[in-house]
């Protein structure tokens, strides 16, 4: 059963960049099957997904984020990596790592992690 | 302002019937891709509970059930528990702006 964990700082100073890992364990991250996402949940609103990447180095970034945004793959680690720059209020959120499953009718999370509490204050 | 419209909220008496909308347009679900859906428990990772718009993963009680037609999808809880009280998010693709994954707002279902 793949499981995967959260793992960066809790607190994050406006303007500074903010990195997060994600370690997967029960699965390898180079099954050419899936791709690993990042998704958040500001706090009282839903869900938002924030971009992707497969092992072979592709990614997809949500246009409204993907200037700020940086995404890396460590297979020797099984772990991937989501770093965001100029960071805000509004980016205080649970971050989520995720697997995705990717078929040409469209794609979805069937395994996620138990989320990373990130709040963006001086 | 979320591109797949959910109501925001829902409740009913144990036992009962729950469907939850999820409404979206010609650039996601009305181009022919899936609706999926996910329970999110507060302080717990969200869980698929629908893919593809009709398949349950293995472990999902047959109270969940899917549907799709159009530009609309449907999620319906049978036989309400009051272990169903969560949020409860629909997902699709959207073509439009390059293309995105995108979430509905959520749906807060709650147990009577």
């Known amino acids: 059963q793949v499981q995967l964990q959260e793992a960066g700082p809790g607190l994050v100073k406006p303007s500074q960049t903010l990195s997060l890992t994600c370690t997967v364990s029960?699965?390898?991250?180079?099954?050419?099957?899936?791709?690993w996402s990042w998704v958040r949940q500001p706090p009282g609103k839903g869900l938002e997904w924030i971009a992707y990447?497969?092992?072979?180095?592709?990614?997809h970034y949500n246009p409204s984020l993907k200037s700020r945004l940086t995404l890396s793959v460590d297979s020797s680690k099984n772990l991937f990596s989501l770093e965001m720059t100029s960071m805000t209020d509004a980016d205080t959120a649970v971050y989520y790592c995720?697997?995705?499953?990717?078929?040409?009718?469209?794609?979805?999370?069937?395994?996620w992690g138990q989320g990373a509490l990130v709040t963006v204050s001086s | 302002q979320s591109v797949l419209t959910q109501p925001p909220s829902m409740s009913g008496a144990p036992g009962q019937r729950v469907t939850i909308s999820c409404t979206g347009s010609?650039?996601?679900?009305?181009?022919?891709?899936?609706v999926h859906w996910y329970q999110h428990l507060p302080g717990r990772a969200p869980k698929l509970i629908i893919y593809?718009?009709?398949n349950r993963p293995s472990g999902v009680p047959d109270r969940f059930s899917g549907s799709k037609s159009g530009t609309s999808a449907s999620l319906a809880i049978t036989g309400l528990q009051a272990e169903d009280e969560a949020d409860y998010y629909c997902?699709?693709?959207?073509?439009?702006?390059?293309?995105?994954?995108?979430f509905g707002g959520g749906t807060k279902v709650t147990v009577l």
């Open positions: 029960g699965a390898s991250i180079t099954s050419g099957d899936y791709y």
């Open positions: 593809s718009s009709t």
């Open positions: 010609n650039s996601n679900l009305g181009t022919g891709y899936d």
């Open positions: 995720a697997r995705l499953l990717v078929i040409p009718r469209g794609d979805w999370f069937d395994s």
């Open positions: 997902q699709s693709y959207d073509a439009g702006l390059s293309g995105s994954v995108v």
């Open positions: 990447i497969h092992n072979n180095g592709f990614t």
